[in-house]
């Protein structure tokens, strides 16, 4: 089977959630021996060289980019208000990119050509005219859901109307693509429920994040101990509901801990970390600045912190935190679309009681987190290894191409 992937982003470094969905997608395709090609937008926000991707999968994935500058430019969004577009979506399409799938299309057969995003889809139209492949959408959120949560937020009065305007629109245009392609892979049963309401009569089916394992098989799950306990959060911050998730965490949360818990520190990091943090810094707060390697960062912290209050999908990084055997204290909404059970191999945590409570549990005992750790460990491995959700990827795919038959 001969699958193109089509990319929102480039899939490495891997920096953040995005690039873990795209990057272990493909290497799982690969690790089933189906010839995946890559194709992925290069943008100003995660500008990567080829050269730098381990050679292994650039060369299997055959990997190619095409630059496209998807930065938020204020006179472009407010030209846009006179369209009918979502700027978010728009944002997403270049000629030059557009042209290299062509170019792609028209020199390759593809069965299934598969858009990691609802934004990609904006190329539907050049696929349908160059290509007789099946085209799967794949989009890393309920989209236009994510920004309503993050707008019930206290947001400046302009730049909410400008954003309710955009997500209207964005959700129509989730409607429209999602009532176009042939197949659809959620990655979660909340995200499979909304696409299905979307469009009932399109082929749906889930399919979680999946992880490469062999990455953490030299790992030591008691580095962390020794230490103990190192409370941290690692996300990109150039996520809205990352920066609007720790900022509550930090000045509406963090003040209570201390109360019950004057020993309590929080370490936090991710690319692009806004200024307001560094501000912020103190004994119970450390930026930690110049993580290249988030497996070495995370060797001697055990309780993984994520705050988040909006959002939508399957939260990347709390998978990879259960992979590494964490203690992970999350929200009820970052953990959305993870098979968990609260105090078994996840802590959960709403209000600052509750987090208060939960950071309490993991300074008093040691052997508690180290339970709730392996606990989690083992679910990660049932549920997200990336060649079982690849094997899962490829049951959709034949699927949808026997109908054609």
């Not at 090609?37 to 991707?53: G, I």
């Not at 057969?109 to 959408?137: A, P, W």
């Not at 900022?247 to 990091?269: Q, S």
Request: overall charge positive; hydrophobic content about 40%; proline content about 5%.
């Amino acid at each position: 089977m001969k699958v193109l992937q089509i990319c929102h982003k480039t899939p490495y470094p891997l920096f953040d959630g995005g690039a873990y969905s795209l990057y272990h997608t493909a290497l799982g395709l690969t690790y089933q021996k189906t010839a995946v090609k890559v194709f992925a937008l290069n943008t100003p926000k995660n500008p990567v060289d080829a050269e730098s991707l381990p050679a292994g999968f650039r060369e299997n994935t055959r990997f190619e980019s095409a630059w496209v500058d998807t930065r938020f430019k204020p006179p472009e969004a407010f030209i846009n208000l006179f369209t009918r577009h979502s700027y978010f979506v728009s944002r997403f399409f270049s000629d030059e990119f557009n042209a290299g799938l062509i170019r792609i299309l028209k020199k390759e057969e593809f069965d299934i050509v598969q858009l990691e995003h609802v934004y990609m889809g904006v190329y539907l139209d050049t696929i349908r005219k160059y290509s007789e492949s099946k085209v799967v959408l794949r989009p890393q959120n309920v989209e236009n859901s994510v920004w309503k949560r993050y707008l019930e937020k206290r947001i400046p009065l302009l730049k909410k109307k400008f954003l309710q305007i955009a997500a209207n629109r964005l959700r129509n245009f989730e409607i429209q693509i999602a009532n176009r392609v042939d197949g659809i892979i959620a990655i979660s049963p909340a995200d499979e429920a909304a696409f299905h309401a979307f469009s009932p009569e399109t082929p749906i089916t889930t399919v979680p994040v999946g992880f490469d394992f062999s990455r953490v098989s030299r790992y030591d799950t008691q580095k962390q101990f020794d230490t103990f306990p190192v409370f941290y959060h690692l996300g990109s911050m150039d996520w809205l509901p990352n920066v609007q998730g720790l900022k509550w965490f930090i000045t509406g949360v963090l003040p209570y801990i201390l109360e019950d818990n004057p020993g309590f520190a929080l370490r936090i990091a991710g690319k692009k970390m806004p200024g307001w943090f560094f501000r912020q810094q103190g004994p119970y707060l450390v930026v930690d600045q110049d993580i290249n390697d988030s497996l070495a960062y995370q060797a001697d912290k055990a309780v993984m912190i994520v705050p988040l209050l909006s959002g939508g999908g399957l939260r990347v990084k709390i998978v990879e935190g259960m992979a590494l055997g964490k203690t992970i204290i999350s929200t009820s909404v970052g953990a959305e679309g993870i098979p968990y059970a609260d105090q078994e191999n996840i802590l959960i945590a709403n209000t600052r009681e509750e987090f208060s409570l939960q950071v309490k549990k993991c300074i008093d005992s040691v052997e508690f987190c180290r339970k709730i750790g392996a606990n989690a460990q083992r679910l990660a491995m049932e549920q997200y290894d990336c060649r079982k959700t690849a094997g899962a990827m490829l049951k959709f795919y034949e699927s949808l191409l026997a109908v054609g038959c």
